[in-house]
């Protein structure tokens, strides 16, 4: 306990001593295995957590307390750790779902205590307070003020409601500020401030100096309100308060595009935005309800626990329904079965005509591979005989004898048999890629013949030295006739090779 206290004392001022403090309470409170130690000290991280911002952290804690709460049926365990659920949606601005905590833990605070008098007074001050936000957020500001200034009158001078007293003063400043009454909620902003004078706490300073800042702006006195924005930033980022960062840095964003300081409230933006999500409340809102409704699970489940302790009858019809449901539930077993081997028969099916299209796929492919060699074949003898006919040309061109009608003969033979010969391979290579020729001659009209036929052996990733045994060309001519493509084909610069180039066009 003394622990705790020192960890309550720090919180505000140094975070990082009171958050040793606090995790060695607990440690040695499950050391001790007290049910009791364990409750205070899950609470007390609780809080600590919620003060700082770290509102996912706060809610493991809470729900630690409410579990112990339920194990050892403890009402006090219950009213505190409700109502830190209730602080929790009162962060998410879910006012009705908090203020039906609040009253949830008021309910059994009464259970224990006996009478709203009997409840310890800090308890009635929170309860007061925090209403007073509840009908704050839900714009009555009557109601609201009605709350706090019954907490106010509970008030005393001890030191142990110092931080509930800051607070219920900054809280009704603030429901004078939303009411256009501006100097006398800076009043009670002050009243709040003096109660700091003995006491270090970063955390309400900070929040305080956002209320005046706030004020100021209102007011119209910008200097004043800049100045205060930055003392509170200032402070809140001293002692890792999180949220009291995002609300700053969001209202400092809000005055900034006020007065057209754009990139200023572009800055302070994005800085609330991450802060914001550093807070994670939309995880902790979904594990809020995860908890309520487990919560309820359990509560339910206990008073079923109780009731078959007291009625024998409804344990036996709580086993027949089951039975029933076991009955429902294997039927149900059986029909899903029959689904899921219909479905596995489908599958099979399935399985089979894709294995068959593979199979087929395989084929095709493998009749395509035919094609190509055929084709390349086809070409390699086409362009053999129309060099052999160029030879025999040369040849019987030295002949004197005859010689008018051998180059009718000749010139007919070789315009013929080289058309024919370039024409038969376009034809067969276009069956195969289909419009290969097509596309090249759209893409680049500067392309000749050979061009195109030289591209159509490189498509088919003939080596140089296989093109020139087709053609009967040497190898030089083949490698000047791939330079002059490249830089048909604008690759000159390029690090892109012509098997590449063509192995997908």
């Known amino acids: 306990m003394e622990l705790i206290e020192k960890s309550k004392k720090n919180t505000g001022s140094d975070y990082r001593e ?50 112990i709460a339920e194990v050892n049926q403890d009402d006090l365990g219950f009213a505190k750790g409700y109502f830190q659920f209730g602080s929790l949606r009162l962060v998410m601005e879910d006012y009705a779902q908090a203020r039906e905590y609040i009253e949830l833990a008021r309910k059994y605070f ?68 939303k009411s256009d009454r501006i100097e006398e909620a800076i009043s009670y902003y002050f009243v709040a401030k003096s109660k ?26 910008y ?35 006020q007065i057209g300081n754009k990139d200023s409230a572009f800055v302070y933006l994005s800085q609330s935005k991450m802060y914001e999500d550093s807070l994670n409340l939309k995880n902790t809102a979904e594990n809020l309800l995860k908890e309520e409704l487990l919560s309820e699970f359990r509560a339910e489940k206990n008073q079923i626990q109780r009731l078959y302790e007291k009625n024998k009858n409804l344990l036996i019809t709580s086993i027949l329904g089951l039975l029933l449901v076991s009955i429902v539930l294997y039927v149900r077993a059986i029909f899903v079965r029959k689904n899921l081997e219909k479905a596995e028969l489908e599958r099979e099916k ?35 005989k129309d060099e052999m006919l160029k030879s025999l040309t040369k040849n ?27 024409s038969d391979f376009e034809i067969r290579f276009s069956g195969v890629y289909i419009g290969f ?23 088919l990733q003939l080596t140089t030295k296989e093109i020139s045994a087709i053609t009967g060309q040497s190898i030089r001519a083949i490698e000047m006739g791939r330079t002059r493509l490249r830089k048909k084909l604008n690759l000159t610069n390029s690090e892109i090779n012509l098997y590449d180039f063509f192995v997908d066009y």
């Open 196 to 221: 700091l004078e003995d006491d270090s706490n970063l955390l309400f300073d900070a929040m305080l100096d956002h209320s005046l800042a706030i004020s100021y702006v209102e007011k119209g006195s």
């Open 437 to 459: 020729f097509e596309k090249l001659i759209e893409e680049y009209p500067i392309l000749t013949h050979n061009d195109r036929r030289l591209s159509a052996f490189l498509k």
């Open 396 to 422: 019987l061109s030295k002949n004197d004898i005859l010689k008018e009608d051998l180059d009718k003969i000749l010139n007919g033979l070789k315009t013929g048999q080289m058309g024919n010969t370039l």
């Open 18 to 67: 009171a958050m040793s403090f606090a995790f060695q309470a607990k440690e040695l409170a499950y050391q001790l295995n007290d049910s009791k130690l364990k409750l205070e000290t899950e609470l007390n991280l609780g809080k600590f957590f919620f003060y700082l911002g770290l509102y996912s952290e706060s809610l493991e804690n809470t729900i630690e307390v409410i579990k």
């Open 110 to 177: 009464l259970k224990y205590y006996g009478a709203e008098d009997a409840i310890d007074r800090l308890s009635r001050l929170t309860m007061h307070n925090n209403l007073g936000v509840i009908y704050a957020g839900l714009s009555d500001y009557q109601k609201a003020e009605e709350e706090l200034r019954k907490g106010i009158a509970l008030l005393d001078d001890s030191s142990e409601f110092k931080t509930i007293t800051i607070q219920l003063f900054n809280n009704l400043g603030d429901i004078y500020r």
């Open 223 to 257: 200097n004043q309100a800049i100045e205060v924005f930055h003392q509170g930033l200032s402070k809140a980022k001293a002692v890792k308060g999180y949220s009291h960062i995002h609300h700053i840095s969001k209202s400092l964003s809000s005055f900034h595009d």
């Open 350 to 384: 399935i399985s089979q005509v894709a294995e068959k299209t593979l199979e087929e796929t395989v084929i095709l492919k493998r009749k395509v591979e035919n094609t190509q060699k055929e084709l390349t074949f086809a070409s390699m003898q086409a362009i053999q």
